[in-house]
């Protein structure tokens, strides 16, 4: 199930707002025969930047989280290709009956996809305390870089979420193409708009 960072209001309804390009890890996640869920009043908005925002993903099962973090290896190696120093978002749970395990991941997509194509790139619950150590040591051989602020923490569920600033429409912005999973050629640099984009679900055919 994905789970936004934010909503907007337009007029009476709420809405969950998604960035767009989650729907190519859906697609990437379809193609191995695995699902990704929106809530019903989830709303996908188009970003004329390369930060791409991955929502929270949570999962049930450790068999769900490797699917979905092997996604993320799909569509991050091809964004890498032609984007390699796109800031990424990636925040993975899992539930479990006693607790929900968390990782969350910002930074350039090389750097999101070396993390992600570790031997375990996400802790269990047998492992957590010596996966931490282990992170920790591996974290501290970046040396000194940019500190994330508290700001960047959302404090009911402390998952990572630095926001994008918003610039002037008449602001250039380059153009960048990157390939998508049909061979076709296609741009991350699109319009700002709120899109209701169609599904299939098992009821029918409904908004996701």
């Not at 009956?97 to 997509?109: A, K, N």
Request: hydrophobic share 40%.
């Amino acid at each position: 199930m994905a789970w936004p960072y934010t909503s907007a209001e337009i007029g009476d309804k709420e809405y969950a707002v998604f960035d767009l390009r989650v729907l190519e890890l859906k697609k990437v996640l379809a193609q191995s025969g695995h699902q990704l869920s929106f809530p019903p009043n989830a709303r996908f908005l188009n970003f004329e930047d390369d930060y791409v925002q991955f929502p929270i993903i949570i999962h049930r099962t450790p068999e769900d989280v490797a699917h979905t973090i092997e996604a993320y290896r799909v569509l991050l190696s091809k964004v890498a290709e032609h984007l390699p120093s796109s800031p990424v978002l990636v925040n993975v749970s899992t539930a479990l009956p006693d607790l929900t395990l968390s990782i969350s991941i910002f930074g350039r997509c090389v750097d999101v996809l070396a993390w992600l194509s570790r031997p375990q790139p996400f802790p269990t619950e047998v492992n957590g305390a010596d996966w931490v150590r282990d992170a920790a040591e591996i974290i501290s051989t970046f040396g000194e870089g940019v500190d994330t602020g508290l700001e960047d923490v959302q404090g009911n569920c402390l998952t990572l979420y630095p926001r994008r600033t918003m610039v002037d429409q008449a602001v250039d912005v380059p153009i960048y193409n990157a390939m998508d999973f049909r061979g076709l050629e296609s741009s991350w640099h699109l319009d700002r708009n709120l899109l209701e984009v169609p599904c299939e679900s098992r009821k029918g055919r409904h908004n996701c």
